[in-house]
């Protein structure tokens, strides 16, 4: 993982996301995480704490393949909204810190 970035949206992260040239979409495309995670470059984290509620966390992940894709992942950061996916992508994350 390069850096961590704090925008002060959500919709602000995605947007300079997509200028670097992250299009693909992960959320629609989950699956693809699950399938092919080896093969997955976590580039950019950007966590949203919401002011009033934890609930309203979040995070955008930068996400590039060894082949080149590059896309965004945005997932809640509740315990009850973390889907398979967002695990692996946490994991991918702590590997990375680890080395």
Not at 60 to 81: H, P
């Amino acid at each position: 993982m390069k850096k961590t970035y704090h925008y002060a949206t959500v919709i602000e992260a995605l947007k300079i996301l997509k200028e670097k040239g992250y299009e693909y979409d992960y959320n629609v495309n989950e699956q693809e995480i699950i399938d092919s995670q080896d093969e997955l470059i976590i580039d950019e984290i950007y966590r949203y704490e919401g002011e009033t509620n934890p609930d309203d966390e979040s995070m955008v992940y930068g996400i590039k393949s060894k082949s080149g894709k590059k896309g965004v992942y945005v997932t809640g950061f509740a315990a009850n909204s973390i889907s398979e996916a967002a695990r692996i992508l946490i994991d991918i994350t702590i590997k990375n810190n680890l080395k």
